[in-house]
């Protein structure tokens, strides 16, 4: 992990002074902030949504406690996160059910799209092109893209995701974190990182395109 | 026409992530965007990916339950109150 996470932005620090001297409503802009997140990602490690909400609950606390040690070498949420995992973890070894993160997931290898929508590698003139391109998405109306059904159709898709896969597409894609703040906060390689976003990505979009297909199709 | 160091279909869909990510090498990302450029498909499966990437981020998170947000406040409360922050104003 090479890069350099993204120190505190000022708004951080403001925050982070607003919460020393005691400030309610900054608390709970954060909470609202990052309580969703740190749930889903705490529920990863452990097995219940009550224990997952009890890691949260002590993270918050130790948050509170870490606080004034806050230098702002890191992100504010970076740091959040990074406490947040660490009780997990340490709550899930206890639970016995302690996982490295990159194997909250079956190891999955091979193509990331169906292999039957290509030529055949020893095809005389095109082997390895497709043999079914994808159907443009032109003519789907934005409307209709971002209506409440094809969002639900992506969330479900979404959560049918193994763990692993399932976080870093959150974080990444629903969040809009940068990789590099998604390796800190999970402690993974970039490299990692990227193949879990990779196989997430394909499958949410192949889900997309098997909702999205004109009538009749096929 | 597949000219020697050319990149296929098959082998495009595996990078686009890391090309999105600006993480492609030279030169795999000339081949991945030479390729692009005379590839309908390609061009379409990206662009999907794409649009997914915008769908997603406008899914958004769910809201917290009252007696959540209610017990994180007494928390912090109580962490205010010991460490003697905010003293009641």
Not at chain 1, 75 to 97: C, D, M, Q, Y
Not at chain 1, 122 to 146: K, T
Not at chain 2, 70 to 77: F, K, S, T
Request: charged share 30%.
């Amino acid at each position: 992990m090479g890069d350099v996470p993204p120190r505190a932005s000022t708004e951080d620090l403001l925050l982070v002074r607003r919460l020393r001297a005691g400030d309610e409503q900054a608390f709970m802009e954060l909470v609202e902030r990052y309580q969703p997140s740190m749930l889903r990602i705490a529920r990863m490690y452990v097995s219940t949504r009550a224990v997952a909400e009890e890691v949260v609950q002590d993270a918050w606390l130790g948050v509170l406690r870490g606080l004034d040690g806050f230098e702002g070498r890191s992100s504010l949420r970076t740091w959040i996160f990074r406490i947040l995992v660490n009780i997990a973890k340490s709550r899930g070894a206890r639970e016995a059910r302690s996982v490295p993160f990159s194997s909250l997931g079956e190891d999955e290898s091979g193509p990331t799209v169906d292999p039957d929508r290509f030529r055949p590698d020893d095809d005389p003139r095109w082997p390895g092109h497709w043999a079914a391109p994808p159907a443009g998405w032109e003519g789907v109306p934005e409307e209709r893209l971002l209506a409440g059904e094809t969002l639900a159709r992506v969330d479900e898709a979404i959560e049918a995701l193994p763990p692993n896969q399932r976080a870093v597409i959150r974080l990444r894609d629903v969040l809009g974190w940068t990789s590099t703040e998604v390796c800190n906060a999970l402690d993974l390689s970039e490299t990692n990182q990227r193949v879990l976003l990779h196989r997430a990505r394909a499958k949410v979009r192949r889900a997309l395109e098997g909702y999205l297909a004109p009538e009749g199709a096929g | 026409m597949t000219t020697p160091g050319a990149m296929n279909c098959k082998s495009l869909v595996e990078l686009v992530t890391e090309y999105l990510d600006g993480a492609l090498p030279e030169p795999e990302r000339a081949r991945f965007e030479a390729h692009l450029a005379g590839c309908d498909g390609c061009t379409t499966y990206l662009d999907q990916i794409r649009t997914t990437i915008r769908v997603a981020g406008a899914l958004s998170e769910e809201q917290i339950p009252p007696p959540a947000r209610e017990a994180l406040l007494d928390v912090y409360r109580r962490w205010a109150e010991e460490t003697g922050r905010g003293l009641g104003g």
